[in-house]
């Protein structure tokens, strides 16, 4: 049995991010911070992957990627 399981999990490219915020006013479960004042984080074990931020980010900089947990 395959016991890694993939989840669906915000991926920013943090040398493009514009630090605005604006992924982390519509984060529903608070897992994206901007950190230093220059770049979004994501807190991967909180991400739902619901996509809002991506959606939202003017620099077009998440991606929502499958990624092994
Ligand atoms: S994909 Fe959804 S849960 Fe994950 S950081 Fe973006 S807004 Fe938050
Ligand atoms: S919305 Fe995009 S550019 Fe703005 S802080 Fe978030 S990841 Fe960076």
């Given at each position: 049995?395959?016991?890694?399981?993939?989840?669906?999990?915000?991926?920013?490219?943090?040398?493009?991010?514009?630090a605005?915020g604006?992924?982390v006013?519509v984060?529903?479960?608070?897992?994206?911070?901007?950190?230093?004042?220059?770049?979004a984080?994501?807190t991967?074990?909180?991400c739902?992957?619901?996509?809002?931020?991506?959606?939202?980010?003017?620099?077009?900089?998440?991606?929502?990627q499958?990624?092994?947990?």
């Open positions: 049995m395959d016991l890694v399981r993939k989840k669906r999990k915000a991926v920013v490219d943090q040398s493009a991010c514009v605005c604006c992924c006013k984060c529903p479960v608070q897992a994206i911070e901007i950190v230093r004042g220059i770049t984080q994501v991967l074990d909180r739902v992957g619901c996509g809002k931020c991506a959606k939202e980010c003017p620099a077009s900089v998440i991606t929502v499958e990624v092994g947990t």
